[in-house]
Structure formats: C-alpha cells, structure tokens
C-alpha cells in the first residue's frame, strides 16, 4: 500500500506540473497541441499538406542547390495535375496571401500557435473565406498581383481544413506544392525532419565525381595548375577512386554528389557532407537552417565558374572568400590542405540525407615531391589562356619566347611547368595587371583593367561604360574589365562589362551605358537596356539621362541597347458567356500589364507566364455579356487593345 500510495502522488504531482504548465501556455497564448512539435519529440503536430496518409514523392528538398539559392522547401509531386486539395499543416491562421506572374505564383502563409509559419506555394486557386477575401482585395486594386498580410486570427483555421488547390503558378516548372516550414524568426527549417509518414526514404545519397582546385601560385594537381576532376567509381556498394591523387602545395576538394529519394528520379540536395584525412576533420557541412538574407552565398557555396562552364554544382569542401553561411566547421586552414612531401593520407567523404542514410567514399592522397612537378602528360585543345582565382594561366608551344610588361618592365619569364611540347605559364594577378607578348606578338592586353575588391567603394570609368561598386557588391576580388564594339545591325551596340564566367555578384552594382548612336527623343522611352543571351534577350529597362541610360545589374556580360516599337500581340482563345481566355504575348520586352473589361466592368483574369495566357476566374453571378475590352501593355509602354462582343 505504501508503494501504491507513493505512485499515487508521485501521478498527482505529475498531473500538477502538467496543469500549471499547460496552464502558462493559455496565458500565454499558446494552444495546448502546439507545446511540443514532433521535430522535439513531441505528438503528430503537423500533418502532411497534400494527399496525408498517402506515400507521396519529391521532386526537390530542402536545402537542394539552386542557381542563386538554396531550395527552401520539398516540391511534392502530384501526379503532373492541379486542383488537389492542400490541407492546413496545423491549427493557426492565415498571416500572409501573395499572388505574382514570377517566384512562388500564388501562395499562403499560415502562422501557427508554435511560433512557426508554413508556407504553401504554386497554387492554383485559393479555397474558402480566405479566397472570397483575396478575390475582393483584387477586384478593389484591380489587379491580379497582391501581397497582403493579416492579422492574428482574422482568418482562423484548424489543421486539415482545405485552404488552398495545387497548382502550377508563378515559376513552377510542373505541377507540384511548394511547402516550407519556418521558425518564428522567418528562418528556413527542414520539413523532413518532421517526420511525415508520406515520405519514404531508404535510398543514400549518391556520389558522383570529386574536383580539387590549386588555392596557391605554387599548387599543382597531377602535376599541373589547374583544376581536375577525378571519376568516382562504385563497386560492391562502396564509392572509391582507383589511383593515389597527387598533389602539391595548398588545395581545395569540390564534391559532385547528390540525394535521391524513393520511387523518384529528380537529384536532390545533401544536408549534411563530412571530410576527413586519417580521420581527422578537414571540412562538415550541416544544414539545417538556412537564412534568407545569406541565401545569394550560395554562389560562393559551390564553384560557380565551374558552374558556367559545365553546368555541374560542385559542393566546396572548404570555406572560400566571401562565403557567411554559418552551417560549416573545418580545420584551421578552413578546409584546405598542404601535405608534405611523399606524405600519404586516407580521404573519407560521408554523405548523409536528412533521414539517416549514408554514402561513403574513400580515396588516397599523396604529397608530390618537388622534382616531379615538370612531369606532365598533357597536350588538350584547352584555351591557351585561363584565368583561375588570381592566377593567369597561359600555355604556349615550348619553342615560344613569352615577355611580360608590368609598369613599362619589359621582362622574359620562365615557364612554371612542362611538357613534351607545351610550356605552362603563371602569372600572379595580384602583383599587377600586365601584358603579355608571345614572340613580340601581343597575346593579352586588358581593355581598362581594375583590380576590385570586397568591402571597398570603386568608381570605374570608361568611354562608354561606367561601373559603381559600393562596399557590399563582392564576395571575392573581380579582375574587371569592359569593352565596347558595334553590333552587326543598325545602331546596334554591344556593351560588355566583366566576365560571368569567372565572377558573380552579392548585390546590384550601378551602370551607366554611354551610347554613340542619336536616339530619336521621341523614341528613347522604347529604348531600353537588354542583357544578351546569345541569341536572346531579357528586358532590364533603365533610367535615361542625355545619351546615357544608367540601370542596375546583378549579372555581368554582354548588354545592349534595343527600342521596342512592337505591341504586344492578343489572339481570342474562348469568347463565351462563361468564360474568356486571350494568348498575349511580346517579342522582346515582355508583358507588364494587362486589364480585360466586360460592359466597361474590371474582370479579374488569371495568368500563366510560361504558356502565354490569360483567363477569367470562375463566375459566381450573372453570365458575360456584351462588349469585351483588353489592353495589354508591355515594358516598353506599348499598347495593343482588343474589342470583341459576346455571341448572344
């Protein structure tokens, strides 16, 4: 009986504690069922958004490496259809509705009594109170773009109430829900670690090549300096590469490796990656969380020059300049090694997704003697000038006489490395910008070079370009140059600034074009800037002052000047008393707004970008009828305007 009664108000206690605790929580304003999130050991507190209770697939996950960002949420497939019912995650409230042609289209965002939001993206339409609410607000803006937010518990749901349909909307490149979760700071969490049934992942993570990098003038890699990649080999379930990697001097390891979930195809993010030489750390990544405002960091996360050249994101296993993403740890060097001579170490690279399965490769790496290094079997088709870091690369024939001219020094230099037949030339970008004569034959001059550096303000001037680099534009130092030249067409220009393939951008950086030709006055408001690519062209637009037009950039390469004199272009899709639906489009600025009026009444039409359509929302009154209006305008401010009647 003592036992019992011992049990007994050690049960009251705990019901005690219990109650005063869950008793904090109302006062706090904390529902009971959101003390705990399953993530903290705690009850099934959100429920998966689409088909619960169903195995579902990914096509992309959190943390998953994107041209300029880092994924910030699962992309859950849906079969390629739209209008799937998507489910609140749990109890809260609607805090946030946003609709836009580009991004994340139409979206929700529902903040919960936990202190963290999900966000619900690509929609197709949006269901209930919330949706009545929203299509008013557009009717009041007339407008179709919005980005509104709410107060607590204005728009109240519970877990499991339909609040939105699936959909494909905004830059979707598929049917597909783009669902995050967020801590109560905005800060990007891992829906997977929530543990969704729905989800199924027995499948590791896969490996597929490793690239090393020379991090110093005096550097080389298999006997040269420059960066190799080496095949990754998988055998009985092991990943290893087949020879001893040589090397010498201070280097950089790069990964190329990526998840794979069940039952999908699509390659997806690794959260976690680990390296280690005779088992002590080199480099970890772990991530976690991610921050919105380091997302653009991850151009300094994986090689982005190898990026533009390949079309492959390598993983750096190093922490490189500029980089303040706070999810590494490394060794003192910051991830980059120097071996001694002869000196032999066993590399491990792990793997790991965000449910526990792991890949591993193993490999060897030797420390080159120094008498090696003109040891080389190499003759390629590779440019005979490369610029990698800070370092100028130049090959040439070994029976060629190569000068270099550096503040009016006019000097003969010896090749760094050879072989049968190429000499290897280094030049250190950070000792002077020079030129460079082959045979007295000039090679390389740089059309107004500058050395441009990170946190420091620089004004670049030219006759036809000037450049504005404020403190926070760089990661890294940028070899910059620019140059100008006529186009193949009439009153075509082609102004060039930097070089995208060894460079990117934090932030914007100011530029001012200061064009030859005569723009008509009447004509200059069609005129506008353009960024070149290849054969096509993205609008910018810009501010014009004289014969200078001055715009912001976030993107370096070829820019020119074009007038769009051209309306946009409208063809009737369906005319009916249920519904309207026109293809517009434009050959070179792009759209910029559209408005359709019914009896001079404002109709809210839908858009989708990537088929060129516009259509009416579902009618809940009195059918069309009468005179149909549309005027399209386009970036340039051209006008094009429709007219049309409803058949009777």
Same mark, same amino acid.
């Given at each position: 009986?003592?036992?019992?009664?011992?049990?007994?108000?050690?049960?009251?206690?705990?019901?005690?504690?219990?109650?005063?605790?869950?008793?904090?929580?109302?006062?706090?304003?904390?529902?009971?069922?959101?003390?705990?999130?399953?993530?903290?050991?705690?009850?099934?507190?959100?429920?998966?958004?689409?088909?619960?209770?169903?195995?579902?697939?990914?096509?992309?996950?959190?943390?998953?490496?994107?041209?300029?960002?880092?994924?910030?949420?699962?992309?859950?497939?849906?079969?390629?259809?739209?209008?799937?019912?998507?489910?609140?995650?749990?109890?809260?409230?609607?805090?946030?509705?946003?609709?836009?042609?580009?991004?994340?289209?139409?979206?929700?965002?529902?903040?919960?009594?936990?202190?963290?939001?999900?966000?619900?993206?690509?929609?197709?339409?949006?269901?209930?109170?919330?949706?009545?609410?929203?299509?008013?607000?557009?009717?009041?803006?007339?407008?179709?773009?919005?980005?509104?937010?709410?107060?607590?518990?204005?728009?109240?749901?519970?877990?499991?109430?339909?609040?939105?349909?699936?959909?494909?909307?905004?830059?979707?490149?598929?049917?597909?829900?783009?669902?995050?979760?967020?801590?109560?700071?905005?800060?990007?969490?891992?829906?997977?670690?929530?543990?969704?049934?729905?989800?199924?992942?027995?499948?590791?993570?896969?490996?597929?090549?490793?690239?090393?990098?020379?991090?110093?003038?005096?550097?080389?890699?298999?006997?040269?300096?420059?960066?190799?990649?080496?095949?990754?080999?998988?055998?009985?379930?092991?990943?290893?590469?087949?020879?001893?990697?040589?090397?010498?001097?201070?280097?950089?390891?790069?990964?190329?490796?990526?998840?794979?979930?069940?039952?999908?195809?699509?390659?997806?993010?690794?959260?976690?990656?680990?390296?280690?030489?005779?088992?002590?750390?080199?480099?970890?990544?772990?991530?976690?969380?991610?921050?919105?405002?380091?997302?653009?960091?991850?151009?300094? +996360?994986?090689?982005?020059?190898?990026?533009?050249?390949?079309?492959?994101?390598?993983?750096?296993?190093?922490?490189?300049?500029?980089?303040?993403?706070?999810?590494?740890?490394?060794?003192?060097?910051?991830?980059?090694?120097?071996?001694?001579?002869?000196?032999?170490?066993?590399?491990?690279?792990?793997?790991?997704?965000?449910?526990? !399965?792991?890949?591993?490769?193993?490999?060897?790496?030797?420390?080159?003697?120094?008498?090696?290094?003109?040891?080389?079997?190499?003759?390629?088709?590779?440019?005979?000038?490369?610029?990698?870091?800070?370092?100028?690369?130049?090959?040439?024939?070994?029976?060629?006489?190569?000068?270099?001219?550096?503040?009016?020094?006019?000097?003969?230099?010896?090749?760094?490395?050879?072989?049968?037949?190429?000499?290897?030339?280094?030049?250190?970008?950070?000792?002077?910008?020079?030129?460079?004569?082959?045979?007295?034959?000039?090679?390389?001059?740089?059309? +107004?070079?500058?050395?441009?550096?990170?946190?420091?303000?620089?004004?670049?001037?030219?006759?036809?370009?000037?450049?504005?680099?404020?403190?926070?534009?760089?990661?890294?130092?940028?070899?910059?140059?620019?140059?100008?030249?006529?186009?193949?067409?009439?009153?075509?220009?082609?102004?060039?600034?930097?070089?995208?393939?060894?460079?990117?951008?934090?932030?914007?950086?100011?530029?001012?074009?200061?064009?030859?030709?005569?723009?008509?006055?009447?004509?200059?408001?069609?005129?506008?800037?353009?960024?070149?690519?290849?054969? !096509?062209?993205?609008?910018?637009?810009?501010?014009?002052?004289?014969?200078?037009?001055?715009?912001?950039?976030?993107?370096?390469?070829?820019?020119?000047?074009?007038?769009?004199?051209?309306?946009?272009?409208?063809?009737?899709?369906?005319?009916?008393?249920?519904?309207?639906?026109?293809?517009?489009?434009?050959?070179?600025?792009?759209?910029?707004?559209?408005?359709?009026?019914?009896?001079?009444?404002?109709?809210?039409?839908?858009?989708?970008?990537?088929?060129?359509?516009?259509?009416?929302?579902?009618?809940?009154?009195?059918?069309?009828?009468?005179?149909?209006?549309?005027?399209?305008?386009?970036?340039?401010?051209?006008?094009?305007?429709?007219?049309?009647?409803?058949?009777?």
């Amino acid at each position: 009986m003592k036992i019992k009664k011992c049990s007994i108000l050690k049960l009251n206690n705990t019901l005690y504690i219990i109650l005063v605790f869950l008793s904090s929580a109302v006062l706090a304003g904390i529902e009971p069922d959101s003390v705990r999130s399953k993530a903290d050991g705690g009850d099934d507190y959100y429920m998966f958004p689409i088909r619960p209770n169903e195995i579902n697939t990914l096509a992309g996950n959190m943390g998953e490496l994107r041209t300029s960002h880092f994924h910030a949420g699962l992309d859950i497939r849906t079969g390629g259809r739209t209008g799937l019912p998507v489910y609140a995650a749990a109890d809260g409230y609607i805090s946030r509705a946003a609709v836009k042609s580009g991004g994340y289209g139409k979206a929700l965002y529902i903040t919960h009594y936990n202190g963290e939001t999900t966000v619900y993206a690509h929609l197709d339409k949006f269901n209930g109170a919330i949706g009545e609410h929203i299509k008013e607000h557009q009717y009041n803006l007339r407008s179709l773009y919005l980005n509104k937010y709410f107060k607590k518990d204005v728009f109240k749901v519970k877990k499991g109430d339909i609040i939105a349909y699936s959909g494909n909307s905004g830059s979707s490149a598929g049917p597909h829900l783009h669902f995050e979760i967020r801590d109560k700071d905005q800060q990007i969490l891992n829906p997977l670690k929530y543990d969704f049934e729905e989800i199924r992942d027995t499948t590791p993570p896969i490996f597929k090549s490793l690239a090393l990098t020379p991090k110093s003038i005096d550097s080389r890699i298999s006997n040269k300096f420059d960066r190799v990649t080496f095949p990754i080999m998988h055998e009985n379930n092991s990943y290893l590469i087949k020879d001893t990697i040589q090397v010498f001097g201070k280097v950089g390891f790069e990964l190329l490796a990526y998840d794979k979930l069940n039952d999908a195809n699509y390659k997806c993010g690794i959260p976690k990656i680990s390296f280690e030489l005779d088992g002590a750390l080199v480099f970890r990544q772990k991530i976690d969380t991610i921050n919105f405002s380091v997302q653009r960091n991850i151009l300094t +996360h994986y090689n982005y020059p190898a990026y533009i050249s390949s079309g492959q994101k390598y993983h750096k296993l190093y922490l490189d300049d500029g980089n303040e993403l706070p999810f590494y740890k490394t060794n003192q060097s910051k991830g980059l090694l120097d071996l001694k001579h002869n000196e032999i170490k066993e590399g491990v690279i792990k793997i790991t997704d965000v449910l526990g !399965n792991e890949s591993k490769l193993i490999f060897h790496i030797k420390g080159m003697p120094v008498d090696a290094i003109h040891d080389i079997k190499e003759v390629s088709n590779k440019p005979k000038v490369k610029l990698l870091e800070n370092t100028l690369i130049i090959k040439e024939p070994v029976q060629s006489l190569v000068t270099m001219m550096t503040d009016s020094v006019h000097k003969n230099i010896n090749p760094a490395y050879h072989s049968d037949e190429m000499n290897y030339y280094l030049i250190d970008l950070r000792k002077g910008i020079p030129n460079i004569a082959i045979n007295d034959s000039a090679l390389l001059t740089f059309d +107004h070079p500058s050395v441009v550096v990170p946190n420091k303000s620089y004004a670049y001037y030219s006759p036809h370009i000037e450049v504005n680099f404020s403190r926070n534009d760089l990661f890294d130092t940028v070899y910059f140059s620019t140059s100008y030249r006529q186009g193949d067409s009439l009153r075509s220009e082609v102004f060039t600034i930097g070089d995208p393939t060894h460079s990117s951008l934090k932030q914007s950086i100011n530029v001012t074009l200061k064009t030859d030709n005569n723009w008509d006055p009447q004509t200059t408001g069609s005129a506008h800037v353009y960024k070149k690519h290849g054969n !096509n062209h993205s609008f910018i637009g810009g501010i014009w002052n004289g014969s200078n037009i001055s715009f912001k950039t976030r993107e370096l390469g070829d820019f020119v000047i074009l007038s769009d004199m051209e309306s946009p272009s409208i063809s009737a899709i369906r005319i009916s008393k249920e519904s309207i639906a026109f293809a517009i489009k434009d050959n070179l600025s792009g759209i910029n707004k559209f408005d359709v009026f019914v009896n001079n009444k404002w109709v809210l039409m839908d858009y989708d970008y990537k088929i060129a359509q516009i259509w009416s929302d579902e009618l809940e009154n009195a059918p069309f009828t009468g005179e149909v209006r549309l005027r399209v305008t386009d970036n340039a401010g051209n006008e094009q305007t429709y007219l049309t009647k409803i058949p009777q």
